[in-house]
């Protein structure tokens, strides 16, 4: 009887390195399997596709990746097209863009081409994902939401995402768009779920659905509420939650988590030989495309 296929994702925070040492989409390459990786980008949920399949072809080819393909369902009916299912289920790596994720909830999830990135999850397709692209993986995904330190009642709206890892919300631009009070104002409410915070330019390698390893210039925020206690069930709209007794973890890259249990691993401290070059513009697409161009 084979070996199960190990299964791969790659929750990337937004705004990774695109013209420098390009650590994060390096490391996705790879797992893609290299100058043998058949790579579909998906730009849905970018309001500039066509720049977007632009510089992330460009990087993937530089790259050494011989086969770069592009699905982009304009609408939800499109996502049942069979050609574009054909190249999901043939690609060893699916990278899916930032932009808008509820516009991803309403195209891809619970479609064909949805159930296609799950099955080539299953059979060791690595799926990646930024900005937006990472806040899908989760199986409830945060939709929108208010930004800051305190969490308040009724801050953020969950939306069905694609399910790559249940039991886990993620939320990206954490540090930079100071986004820890809607990330614990949703664990405290629904403690069962494990909180997961990504910088920019940072990476949250899973493996097999456990294994947590971190790459990147920032660093990956895991919040457990499991134990804590909190006013969620009785707090009035907009109020200021009382979370007392969470945990809160913060990985730097060369972090090792269990995610099952919640625990760190191994650390190999990398920090200090990090040198990449991130983008804080916020049209971050179109400054790498021109950069790349050059």
Not at 179 to 191: C, D, F, H, I, N
């Amino acid at each position: 009887m084979p070996e199960p296929a190990t299964r791969s994702l790659l929750i990337i925070g937004g705004a990774e390195d695109k013209v420098g040492r390009v650590t994060i989409l390096r490391r996705f390459v790879r797992l893609a399997g290299g100058r043998k990786s058949r790579i579909v980008v998906i730009p849905t949920a970018s309001s500039v596709p066509d720049e977007v399949v632009e510089v992330y072809s460009t990087v993937f080819s530089r790259l050494g990746a011989p086969q770069i393909d592009a699905v982009n369902p304009p609408d939800r009916a499109h996502s049942s097209d069979a050609g574009l299912v054909a190249l999901i289920d043939q690609a060893t790596g699916v990278f899916l863009s930032g932009g808008n994720q509820l516009r991803l909830s309403q195209l891809i999830v619970g479609t064909p081409l949805g159930a296609a990135i799950l099955r080539a999850y299953e059979r060791g397709a690595v799926i990646a994902g930024t900005s937006a692209g990472a806040s899908i993986m989760s199986q409830f995904m945060i939709s929108m939401g208010d930004e800051g330190v305190t969490p308040r009642q009724r801050s953020s709206q969950l939306t069905a995402g694609l399910g790559l890892l249940p039991g886990v919300i993620v939320d990206q631009h954490f540090d930079q768009r100071a986004r820890y009070g809607r990330l614990l104002s949703l664990v405290a409410s629904s403690p069962s779920l494990l909180g997961m915070g990504i910088d920019e330019d940072t990476a949250a390698e899973i493996t097999d659905g456990t294994e947590l390893t971190v790459v990147g210039s920032g660093a990956v925020f895991v919040v457990d509420a499991r134990t804590a206690v909190t006013d969620a069930h009785e707090a009035e709209r907009d109020a200021p939650l009382l979370v007392t007794g969470a945990i809160v973890h913060t990985l730097p890259f060369g972090a090792t988590f269990d995610l099952e249990t919640a625990t760190l691993t191994d650390f190999d401290e990398k920090y200090a030989d990090l040198a990449v070059s991130t983008s804080r513009d916020r049209h971050d697409t179109a400054t790498a495309a021109a950069a790349l161009r050059r």
